[in-house]
């Protein structure tokens, strides 16, 4: 391998590392009791993903999931976006669905259980762990949110 093509190959590498820190679990309502409803006018507990960077980042292939030993427990489904400086709600609602915009995992959340909310890349690698335990539990009808 030549010096430009090795240069070209680590630029790759440190950009693509650099857009998977740009999605970050920001926030997570595990006692959602008449605040957000769902596309089926449900009330599911739910993650929001945030978007650090100025561009739209696409998260197909990635993985969410309550349990750090378990990453990769439910793939993020084609096409999903995240906008610039924006967010995106996944309903945790173990319905597995996703339709008009509304994305729903495989699995639920609970906060007497100490869940987290971690997000991984399409290999498996774990990008952000938010964990919640009894220690910081949230009120009904609110969000736990980063500082």
């Known amino acids: 391998m030549n010096l430009t093509n090795g240069l070209l190959l680590l630029g790759s590498l440190l950009s693509l590392s ?22 089926n006018g449900e009330f599911e507990d739910w993650i929001e993903l945030y978007n650090t960077s100025g561009a739209v980042v696409d998260i197909s292939g990635w993985w969410l999931s309550d349990n750090p030993s378990n990453p990769q427990k439910w793939a993020v489904p084609a096409g999903t976006t995240v906008p610039a400086n924006g967010h995106r709600i996944v309903f945790c609602s173990g319905r597995d669905v996703s339709g008009g915009g509304f994305l729903h995992t495989n699995f639920k959340i609970t906060q007497s259980d100490q869940d987290h909310a971690v997000l991984s890349n399409p290999g498996g690698t774990i990008i952000d762990d938010f964990a919640f335990t009894l220690g910081n539990r949230c009120q009904t009808d609110h969000s736990r949110g980063r500082v």
């Open 18 to 39: 650099s857009v998977r820190a740009q999605i970050v679990v920001n926030e997570v309502c595990a006692s959602n009791m008449s605040v957000n409803a769902d596309n």
